[in-house]
């Protein structure tokens, strides 16, 4: 999106979830664009974290799964 000039963040949305992988459950913010995940974060006001993920996390978007998806 970047390269093609459509990455645009007034149009993207913010949606904070959980990881269920372990039992820290940190916490993600998903940011959406045309109804695709564009971008990760983990708050940085998070008392556990400070918006970092342990190496699984960080480089575990692959295992994102779309709901009723394909
Ligand atoms: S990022 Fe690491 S510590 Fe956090 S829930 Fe995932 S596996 Fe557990």
Same mark, same amino acid.
């Given at each position: ?8 963040e ?6 904070t ?5 372990? $039992? ?18 983990s708050p940085?006001d998070?008392?556990?974290?400070? $918006? ?6 960080r480089f ?7 709901r009723? $998806?394909?």
């Amino acid at each position: 999106m970047r390269q093609e000039g459509t990455w645009d963040e007034e149009k993207q949305t913010e949606t904070t979830t959980i990881r269920t992988y372990c $039992g820290v459950s940190c916490n993600l913010t998903l940011h959406v664009q045309e109804n695709e995940i564009v971008k990760v974060t983990s708050p940085h006001d998070n008392p556990v974290t400070h $918006g970092n993920l342990c190496i699984k996390g960080r480089f575990g978007f692959q295992h994102v799964q779309r709901r009723g $998806g394909d």
